[in-house]
């Protein structure tokens, strides 16, 4: 079975990666699809994957301005040739979803979020602007984007959602049904330490909508330690927020990451993920999690045995979770039980099952898409509970 993998770019080693390189390690034959990869925070591992990019990566100051490029990311999902191809698996938080495939190929796409900027501009605000002009100008974008998002969803045969919060999400924006399949955390990585630090911590990608500010402001007020993995447009900006309790790391690497997390008294995760595997991580060391409860997070964190979950996305709200923390109430080798339900192998398994029952369905001849239509009265997500070389496009 000839497979192939759409993602949308290459730029550094982050969940949605993890995603492709399970997938990759379940057809080590398959060849990546991205708009543009870029080498300078990949790992190895990463740099040896079969890749052909898009025209994308020939554009002007790539590095710099990668954002203003998005609205021509649905023009080069839609340049690829997926003849020959069996199989097309995108991994897709934005437009991988809108590959182009022929009636002999099928289609799964595993979700990680439907187009976030779009749909809940709230969420992700990186189009907002004060300018009136350029506030318009990002509407009509934004419109667009929404219009080709809809259409590039009736091409995908299956979808498959990160949680059962995207599975609704889905349902709500693209009237499809998903299967769930939570995405491989690589638990064993994070062993239980012994050792405990003083300190609270965040891993993060520094961008508005993970809601770093609303850590900084807590632990302002409440003066306890706390320490931010991670790095973005919004460091500097929280780093003059920041009191002296708190201390920027930066990025750390996979050898730093697991010590790190493993000595915290526990992670805090102010922001909303459409599953958040970062808390995860933090399970699977023993720590608790003190996160916004809502999201992903209800799917994962268990309130009061895992971790504590707190209602508002407001510093208030975090400090009077963290003032009710005390380590003694966790029990750190059951909090890492409770993290291997959530196993790269578990996704391989689940992930493998759905593709060989997908495919078989396809040889006998029945259609994908029109079975996993919404039609009215059902219901998104219900089904599937959880239980080389880089190549330039010529």
Same mark, same amino acid.
């Given at each position: 079975?000839r497979?192939?993998?759409?993602?949308?770019?290459?730029?550094?080693?982050?969940?949605?990666?993890?995603?492709?390189?399970?997938?990759?390690?379940?057809?080590?034959?398959?060849?990546?699809?991205?708009?543009?990869?870029?080498?300078?925070?990949?790992?190895?591992?990463m740099?040896?994957?079969?890749?052909?990019t898009?025209?994308?990566?020939?554009?002007?100051?790539? =590095?710099?301005?990668?954002?203003?490029?998005?609205?021509?990311?649905?023009?080069?999902?839609?340049?690829?040739?997926f003849?020959?191809?069996?199989?097309?698996?995108?991994?897709?938080?934005?437009?991988?979803?809108?590959?182009?495939?022929?009636?002999?190929?099928?289609?799964?796409?595993?979700?990680?979020?439907p187009?976030?900027?779009?749909?809940?501009p709230?969420?992700? #605000?990186?189009?907002?602007? =004060?300018?009136?002009?350029?506030?318009?100008?990002?509407?009509?974008?934004?419109?667009?984007?929404? $219009?080709?998002?809809?259409?590039?969803?009736?091409?995908?045969?299956?979808?498959?959602?990160?949680?059962?919060?995207?599975?609704?999400?889905?349902g709500?924006?693209?009237?499809?049904?998903?299967?769930?399949i939570?995405?491989?955390?690589?638990?064993?990585?994070?062993?239980?330490?012994?050792?405990?630090?003083?300190?609270?911590?965040?891993?993060?990608?520094?961008?508005?909508?993970?809601?770093?500010?609303?850590?900084?402001?807590?632990?302002?007020?409440?003066?306890?330690?706390?320490?931010?993995?991670?790095?973005?447009?919004?460091?500097?900006?929280?780093?003059?927020?920041?009191?002296?309790?708190?201390?920027?790391?930066?990025?750390? #690497?996979?050898?730093?990451?697991?010590?790190?997390?493993?000595?915290?008294?526990?992670?805090?995760?102010?922001g909303?993920?459409?599953?958040?595997?970062?808390?995860?991580?933090?399970?699977?060391?023993?720590?608790?999690?003190?996160?916004?409860?809502? =999201?992903?997070?209800?799917?994962?964190?268990?309130?009061?045995?895992?971790?504590?979950?707190?209602?508002e996305?407001?510093?208030?709200?975090?400090?009077?979770?963290?003032?009710?923390?005390?380590?003694g109430?966790?029990?750190?080798?059951?909090?890492?039980?409770?993290?291997?339900?959530?196993?790269?192998?578990?996704?391989?398994?689940? $992930?493998?099952?759905?593709?060989?029952?997908?495919?078989?369905?396809?040889?006998?001849?029945?259609?994908?898409s029109?079975?996993?239509?919404r039609?009215? =009265?059902?219901?998104?997500?219900?089904?599937?509970?959880?239980?080389?070389?880089?190549?330039?496009?010529?």
């Open positions: 079975m497979v192939a993998i759409a993602h949308e770019w290459l730029t550094t080693l982050g969940g949605s990666e993890r995603v492709v390189g399970a997938l990759l390690e379940m057809y080590p034959e398959a060849r990546v699809y991205t708009t543009f990869l870029s080498s300078r925070n990949l790992p190895p591992e740099l040896a994957w079969d890749v052909e898009s025209f994308v990566q020939k554009l002007p100051f790539l =590095g710099k301005v990668a954002q203003k490029y998005i609205p021509l990311f649905p023009l080069a999902f839609e340049s690829f040739d003849t020959g191809y069996d199989l097309v698996i995108s991994s897709s938080s934005a437009c991988a979803k809108g590959v182009l495939t022929g009636p002999r190929t099928a289609h799964i796409c595993y979700c990680h979020t187009l976030r900027y779009a749909w809940e709230f969420l992700d #605000t990186r189009f907002h602007n =004060g300018n009136r002009l350029l506030k318009a100008g990002n509407d009509v974008l934004l419109h667009y984007l929404r $219009m080709w998002d809809r259409l590039a969803a009736d091409r995908v045969d299956h979808f498959v959602a990160n949680s059962r919060n995207t599975a609704a999400k889905i709500k924006y693209y009237r499809r049904e998903a299967a769930v939570n995405p491989p955390v690589d638990v064993e990585r994070f062993p239980v330490l012994e050792e405990q630090g003083g300190y609270f911590l965040v891993v993060s990608r520094l961008v508005p909508y993970k809601k770093v500010e609303i850590a900084v402001e807590a632990f302002n007020r409440l003066g306890l330690p706390l320490r931010i993995v991670g790095d973005g447009p919004e460091r500097e900006r929280l780093e003059r927020m920041a009191a002296p309790n708190i201390e920027f790391l930066g990025y750390a #690497t996979e050898e730093e990451l697991p010590g790190l997390v493993g000595r915290c008294q526990a992670l805090i995760f102010p909303e993920e459409d599953f958040g595997m970062v808390p995860v991580e933090a399970m699977a060391a023993g720590r608790p999690v003190i996160g916004l409860g809502r =999201g992903g997070l209800l799917e994962s964190v268990v309130d009061g045995k895992t971790g504590i979950l707190f209602p996305p407001a510093a208030g709200s975090l400090i009077e979770a963290v003032s009710r923390f005390s380590p109430d966790f029990k750190p080798k059951a909090i890492s039980r409770h993290a291997s339900g959530f196993s790269r192998e578990r996704f391989q398994k689940e $992930m493998g099952a759905f593709v060989e029952a997908r495919m078989k369905e396809a040889a006998r001849g029945e259609t994908a029109a079975r996993t239509r039609s009215p =009265g059902r219901t998104a997500g219900k089904a599937a509970p959880r239980t080389g070389k880089t190549q330039e496009k010529k």
